[in-house]
């Protein structure tokens, strides 16, 4: 069974530049997270969907950034502009709605200049 | 809301030996789970091993064990007969339990490395 994908692994953007990350969840499963990982640090959530709906996103900074999970699978996290503190690691993590264990991807480990 | 706190930045020990990180938490919750991850190089975050808060035996899982102690909310994580393997960023996180899926409040990690 495949696990979480995440696309791409390494992005490279100057600042006020668009980008935008993919994660493609495990089958099946409803529950889709992303979460942010500055370095050095422990990941923390940036938004939760439930199948299509983002049910926390209170941690996601609106103003720049945006999320989206069309039907209910894959989802796409995008920042517009970036800024120099967005370098990080965006995790994405994906389980089923009545579980605790979250299976997470690689990550793409942004780094704006 | 809940933190999480792990004191440790770095540990170091020879293969072999064991070796405990420790984790503190606080929360109002009564009701909740307590994990450690792991991530290694590759950045992919590995669940180790899971604590339900209502249980009072302590987590086993092969070589990895752990000392919760609810009133003190503390969480430790001992590994015994360290491996050259398990030289990675150790995460201790808190998910509280309601029905259905939750998100995780992790510590800053502790950097475990074992030297052969």
């Known amino acids: 069974e495949a696990g979480v994908v995440q696309s791409p692994r390494y992005k490279i953007i100057e600042k006020k530049q668009p980008v935008a990350f993919w994660c493609n969840p495990i089958?099946?499963?409803?529950?889709l997270y992303w979460y942010l990982q500055n370095l050095g640090q422990g990941p923390e959530l940036l938004i939760r969907y439930e199948n299509e709906e983002a049910v926390d996103d209170s941690q996601l900074p609106k103003d720049r950034f945006s999320a989206e999970r069309l039907k209910g699978v894959d989802s796409t996290l995008k920042i517009q502009p970036a800024e120099l503190g967005d370098s990080a690691v965006y995790l994405c993590?994906?389980?089923?709605?009545?579980?605790?264990?979250?299976?997470f991807g690689p990550g793409t480990r942004l780094t704006v200049t | 809301a809940q933190t999480v706190t792990q004191s440790q930045p770095e540990m170091s020990v020879q293969e072999a030996e064991t070796v405990t990180l420790s984790c503190t938490y606080d929360?109002?919750?009564?009701?909740?789970?307590l994990f450690w991850y792991k991530q290694p190089p590759s950045r992919q975050m590995i669940l180790v091993i899971r604590q339900e808060a209502y249980k009072q035996q302590n987590a086993t899982e092969n070589r990895f064990s752990v000392n919760f102690q609810k009133a003190a909310k503390s969480f430790s994580l001992k590994i015994s007969d360290s491996q050259l393997g398990d030289t990675a960023m150790y995460f201790c996180a808190f998910m509280k339990r309601p029905q259905g899926a939750q998100k995780l409040v992790f510590g800053q990690g502790t950097r475990l490395t074992i030297n052969p």
């Open positions: 929360t109002s919750e009564n009701n909740y789970y």
């Open positions: 089958s099946g499963h409803n529950t």
């Open positions: 993590a994906s389980s089923l709605r009545t579980t605790y264990e979250q299976y």
